[in-house]
DNA sequence: ATTTTTACTTGCGAATTGCAAGTGAATAAT
DNA sequence: ATTATTCACTTGCAATTCGCAAGTAAAAAT
């Protein structure tokens, strides 16, 4: 889920990128994790046309399908815990929901890498 | 999560409603599972006044908070799987997802334990 | 007084995970 | 051209978690 979160609003795209991202996930168990996330088909994989070495990784339709569950997550955990989530931000977003999601999948089909949620910070590079 | 659900959805109660709901949890894992849950403050735990050998477990407020999450979750399965959800009935429900929500904290208030998502069935009593 | 029901706990082998150290291919640096 | 470095993994092993079967304690039913 975690992977899912950031391909969704952190603008993660490589492996590299989870592997720094404190999320403190083995590397041999995210290799694991994308492979079934590919199979499940949230999740698709295409090298780097510029740098072969370098495997983009991108949400499907599938995957950014999830976007409300997410969003609704984000939500309920800024109401109920102390997350990283400063309050009102996410207060607004939920009275704007639809237009959060919107926005979301704007980036996702523009393939727009800019965090959505800054307060966690975008990939380290 | 699927404790969280059947408690919020299926009208389950008790650890046997758990242990015969199909859901093919060993009893360790559901007791460590209930323990935490009421850790978390999701769920609470009384013991049954007519039959203390019993105990009743119930979502807490920020427990039942889950539903906008499990209601997106559940949308989003019915429209990407095959779960045994009927496709009309979910998109029914996505296109009244407040009134949904209003339903399931009513029962929720008011201890209704029919559940809301027929095709789970209930608890086997 | 004995049996049954209910909610657990215990013990143990099997599967999953975390950690550290590789591997191999592609690019960058010298 | 050779060597070093980056990147995306894989491998081996110990530690944790899990599934399964059996057991326990308290309360209720017989």
Do not use: C
Request: net charge positive; charged share 35%; no cysteine.
């Amino acid at each position: 889920m975690l992977i899912v979160r950031d391909l969704m609003v952190r603008g993660f795209r490589r492996f590299g990128d989870f592997e720094q991202s404190g999320e403190g996930i083995a590397t041999n168990i995210l290799a694991d994790r994308l492979r079934r996330l590919q199979q499940a088909e949230l999740v698709e994989a295409e090298p780097d046309p510029e740098d072969r070495r370098k495997v983009n990784y991108r949400l499907t339709e599938k995957g950014i399908g999830l976007a409300p569950v997410m969003l609704e997550l984000l939500i309920w955990g800024a109401r109920h815990e102390n997350t990283g989530a400063p309050r009102e931000v996410v207060e607004q977003m939920a009275a704007n929901r639809d237009a959060v999601l919107a926005e979301t999948r704007r980036r996702w089909v523009e393939r727009d890498p800019r965090p959505i949620l800054p307060w966690l910070g975008g990939p380290k590079r």
